[in-house]
């Protein structure tokens, strides 16, 4: 169990770590606009590791909801982008289950494309 001073330290380092900056949408933040995101959710398995932890808005800590960050970004190429860029320091199974549903996802959009008439 993390006591309420150590949390506290957990979530000023990783603001540090990440530079105050959502490392989904890019954009740096005041601390109070920010959390700390779990990229694979707790409920999912994700444990309370460094690793694990990343630094979000407010906003796109509720886009992401209780999604691991590779189903919230497997859509969105700009998001992704800042994410592979900014997350250096996440786990490389989360920074490879990022770049895996990217690459899916283009190739789905691409079969239905041609599809298409």
Same mark, same amino acid.
């Given at each position: ?56 808005? !407010?906003?796109?800590? $509720?886009?992401?909801?209780? #999604?691991?960050?590779? %189903?919230?970004? @497997?859509?969105?190429?700009? *998001?992704? =982008?800042?994410? !592979?860029?900014?997350? $250096?320091?996440?786990?490389? #199974?989360?920074?490879? %289950?990022?770049? @895996?549903?990217?690459?899916? *996802?283009? =190739? ?10």
């Amino acid at each position: 169990m993390t006591t309420g001073g150590a949390k506290a330290e957990r979530r000023r380092r990783i603001f540090e770590r990440d530079g105050y900056r959502c490392v989904y949408c890019g954009r740096p933040y005041e601390e109070s606009q920010l959390s700390v995101d779990h990229v694979e959710p707790r409920q999912r398995g994700g444990d309370h590791s460094d690793g694990n932890l990343v630094t979000a808005c !407010l906003t796109c800590n $509720r886009g992401k909801a209780g #999604r691991p960050a590779w %189903a919230y970004l @497997e859509s969105d190429a700009m *998001a992704r =982008e800042n994410f !592979l860029r900014s997350a $250096r320091w996440v786990w490389p #199974r989360h920074r490879r %289950a990022v770049i @895996e549903a990217a690459r899916s *996802a283009s =190739e789905r959009a691409a079969a239905e494309r041609a599809r298409a008439p």
